[in-house]
């Protein structure tokens, strides 16, 4: 589409500088998910080996071992099919976004009733509404990027459900931690 309103030395640089892009948000997504998973281990949600292994700071206190655990994998997924990292990104997402709808139903009982932060425009008609679209998006997709998604989230839960939860007092301690502010100069 460049080329055509230009020529090709345009539409060659359009594609270069959106090819960098890409690159730099993968880059964004592996750090992102490397301090995620930091954090996951900080807040102590694996066993103890392995929250010692995650959670290590490098020399100028970026979580190297996590960024690896991120980094590697995602190299590797360089050479699956990309219908299928396609399929199965977009179930996941779609997946996220329906469990968020579902969620936000009960959130508006008990305590968060009256609260002004939780007050949403013709509730419950958009949770609803997601729920119902979303849902109908998902029987739309291949059973096999289902399966594959499905088969993630149960073994996370399987995971949370037979190490996290009875672990609830000792594992996944979520910790906000406090800013070091430096102190104000003469």
Request: net charge positive; glycine share 6%; with cysteine.
């Amino acid at each position: 589409m460049v080329t055509a309103w230009s020529n090709s030395a345009v539409g060659t640089f359009v594609s270069l500088c959106v090819a960098l892009a890409i690159v730099n948000a993968g880059i964004v997504m592996v750090i992102q998910n490397s301090r995620v998973l930091f954090a996951s281990a900080r807040d102590k949600a694996w066993p103890a080996p392995v929250n010692g292994l995650l959670g290590r700071l490098g020399r100028f206190g970026s979580p190297w071992v996590a960024t690896l655990a991120v980094g590697v994998p995602g190299a590797a997924l360089c050479y699956v099919d990309l219908d299928t990292l396609y399929g199965v990104t977009g179930v996941s997402v779609t997946a996220m976004y329906l469990l968020v709808a579902v969620a936000a139903l009960p959130s508006r009982r008990g305590a968060h009733r009256h609260a002004h932060a939780w007050r949403m425009p013709l509730w419950p008609v958009v949770p609803v509404l997601l729920i119902a679209v979303l849902a109908y998006v998902l029987t739309q997709q291949e059973a096999s990027h289902l399966l594959l998604t499905g088969s993630i989230a149960a073994v996370a839960t399987l995971y949370w459900a037979l190490y996290l939860r009875p672990r609830r007092d000792t594992r996944w301690l979520v910790t906000v931690p406090q800013d070091v502010r430096e102190p104000a100069g003469p």
